[in-house]
């Protein structure tokens, strides 16, 4: 996975579902029960970037428009 900080690019991290995934790339780690358990084993030390690069909200917004209107062009083709 790709990290906020890493300057290594690597073109795999943006096909259409690595791209999304990168989006919730932790979605456990949100949950409020999660954050007051580790901060109890931690004493609060533990910080974790929640952050999210824009290059992949960028490519899930030009990957989610393509699939739509595929998808409608489709449809229209085929007159369903």
Known sequence: K??????HFNPGDYFPLQTIGNLIHEPFTKLKSFKVITN???QGQAKIDYGVHWSFVIMSII???????LT?????KRDL
Do not use: D, E, H, R
């Open 2 to 7: 790709t990290k906020m900080g890493s300057n």
């Open 40 to 42: 109890m084993a931690t």
């Open 63 to 69: 990957y989610s428009v393509a699939f739509l209107y």
């Open 72 to 76: 409608y062009w489709l449809i229209k």
